[in-house]
C-alpha cells in the first residue's frame, strides 16, 4: 500500500494521519527510482526484492533519462502522474530527471522521508569516469545530498538481461545499509556483472576507475541539406588494477565503490597555494 | 580568425593545413565554453580577455542550459551554427549541453585539441553542493576527462553584473594554468565575488563546501485542472570554515577550488570491508 504514504498529486496529503514509517513503527520506507524509466524491468525486479525489507514506493522518470548527470529541472514545471500496475498503485511517474524524481518525492510526495533511497537497476554499467554522467548514480547522490542513505546499482547487461540476482545483490546491500547506515556524505554505487548467480565470484569494494566511453561524432546530412552529428563511442576498460570498480566487474565480481559529492582534490591544494594570482 | 583551427560543419577540415596551435607554434588556442548560452555576456568578457594570451574558439549552447549537471546527448542528433559577432566569427553555437559541447569541439570541430578550456563567466555562483549540478563545471570536467587543462568560472551576481573583473581573474588563472599545467585529472573551479576590483581581498584556495540550495515545489493548477510543480528554493550559505568555497566569496575573496572527477570516498572504504555480502 505504498499510496498511504504518499500526498495527493494536488501537493496535500490525502491521509494526513498515516504515514507510511510511523504507522507500522519498524518498517522501513524504501524510494525506488531510475533513469531507465517507470516501466524498465530493473526497476520493477528491485523492487520486488525490496519488499522483502519494507514499504516500498517508486518515484521514476516516465521515460528514458540516460546520461543525464545530475541534471535538476529549474526553467519548465515538473508533471506528475500515478503510476499503477494492474490494481497496484506502484508510485509516481515523473516528467523529471531521476534527481528531480528524489527531489519531489521527499520535498513534496512523501509525508516523510524515505529510510532510504535505491537506484536502479539500470541496463548496463556504472564504471569508472562514466559514472558522471550517471543519472541512475546522480538520483542516489541527490538522496544523500537531502540526507538520506542511498545507493545505485547496475547490471553490465546491454540488453535483455536476467535481472533477478541483480536485484537479490540489491536487496542484500539495502538490507546492510538499513542495518548499518553509511558514513555521512557517503553513497553506494553498486556494479553487478552479467552473470549467473552461480559464477558471479563474490564482493569487492573498490575505487573508481578510469574505464570510460571513447566518443566520437558522426556528422549526417537532413534532407534539408543541414548537418547534424550523432555522438557514439565504445566503452574502454582501462583498468587493470584489482582495486577498481571497472577490473571487479570484468572479472566477475560485484563492485561496491562508495563514493561522495565532495569534489575537492585535496591532494592539489598545496601546490596551487604557490601560484601568482594576487595582483 | 578561429574558424582556421575549425572544420567545416560538415565535419570536414576547411583548411587541413592550417591547424591553429601549429601554425604559429607558440600561440595557444584556447576554448571558451559556458551554460548561460552563447549570447551571455559572461561569456564575451571572458572572451576578451583570454584572447590577449591567445586564440579564442567559442563552442557554446545556443541557449540556456543551467542546472543541466554532466548531461550529455544520446538520443537525438547535435545540431551546429557557426556563430558570428558582426563580421567576426565567434565559434559555434550548439543545441547541446556544456559537456556536448566540449566534446563536440574536440572531437569534431576543431583541427588540434585546444590547449585549455575555460568555461563562463557564469551568472550565479557554483559554490558547495552546488558544483554538482552545474553545467559549468561540467563542461571543464569534460575538458579534463578528454585530457585537457580546464577551469571553470563563476560571478557570484543574480543579475546584471560587471563581468570585467572576473574576466581580469579568469585570464589569470588561465595564464597560470597554460604556464604551470595541473596535475592529473585535476581541474579548476573558480568563484568570483560581485565586489568592485578595488575591494575584492585576493584569492583563497579552497575546498568544496557544504552550503546549498533549500528547495521546496510550489504546487499549481493549469486550466485543464492538472497540477504541476516549480522548483524553487534558496541558496543557504552554511561554511563557516575559511577553508571553504562559500566562506570565501561570502567574505569577499576570489574561491579557486581544485575539483576531480573521482568521487570515490577512499576512507569509507575500509569501513565497507567489513559487511556481510557474501553469501
Chains 1, 2 share one sequence.
Not at 516516465?62 to 502522474?81: C, F, K, M
Not at 552461480?198 to 571513447?214: D, Y
Amino acid at each position: 500500500m505504498p499510496t498511504s504514504s504518499a500526498r495527493s498529486s494536488s501537493g496535500c496529503p490525502t491521509e494526513p494521519g498515516r504515514l507510511a514509517s510511523g504507522e507500522e513503527g519498524t518498517t522501513a520506507l524504501i524510494l525506488v527510482t531510475n533513469d531507465d524509466g517507470i516501466t524498465s524491468p530493473g526497476l520493477h525486479a528491485l523492487s520486488a526484492e525490496l519488499k522483502r525489507l519494507g514499504r516500498v514506493i517508486v518515484v521514476a522518470p516516465e521515460a528514458e533519462r540516460s546520461a543525464v548527470g545530475h541534471a535538476i529541472t529549474t526553467t519548465i514545471p515538473l508533471r506528475i502522474q500515478e503510476f499503477r500496475r494492474g490494481d497496484e498503485v506502484v508510485g509516481f511517474a515523473t516528467s523529471g530527471t531521476p534527481a528531480d524524481c528524489v527531489k519531489i518525492a521527499v520535498r513534496a510526495l512523501l509525508e516523510v522521508p524515505p529510510d532510504l533511497v535505491v537506484s536502479g537497476i539500470n541496463r548496463g554499467s556504472n564504471l569508472g569516469t562514466n559514472v558522471i554522467y550517471s543519472g541512475t548514480v546522480s538520483a542516489a547522490t541527490e538522496a544523500r545530498i537531502l540526507g538520506i542513505p542511498s545507493l545505485a546499482i547496475s547490471l553490465d547487461a546491454d540488453a535483455d538481461a536476467d535481472w533477478s540476482y541483480a536485484a537479490v545483490v540489491g536487496r542484500r546491500l539495502a538490507a546492510q545499509v538499513l542495518e548499518r547506515g553509511l558514513p555521512p556524505g557517503v553513497l553506494l554505487n553498486v556494479n553487478v556483472p552479467n552473470l549467473p548467480a552461480g559464477r558471479v565470484r563474490g564482493f569487492r569494494i573498490t575505487r573508481q576507475g578510469s574505464s570510460r566511453f571513447t566518443e566520437e561524432f558522426v556528422a549526417r546530412e537532413d534532407p534539408r541539406h543541414q548537418p547534424y552529428y550523432w555522438l557514439t563511442g565504445s566503452y574502454e576498460v582501462n583498468d587493470d588494477d584489482p582495486e577498481t570498480d571497472g577490473w571487479a566487474v570484468a572479472n566477475g565480481y560485484v563492485s561496491v565503490t562508495p563514493i561522495s559529492f565532495d569534489l575537492t582534490a585535496h591532494a592539489a591544494r598545496a601546490e596551487l597555494a604557490g601560484w601568482d594570482l594576487d595582483d
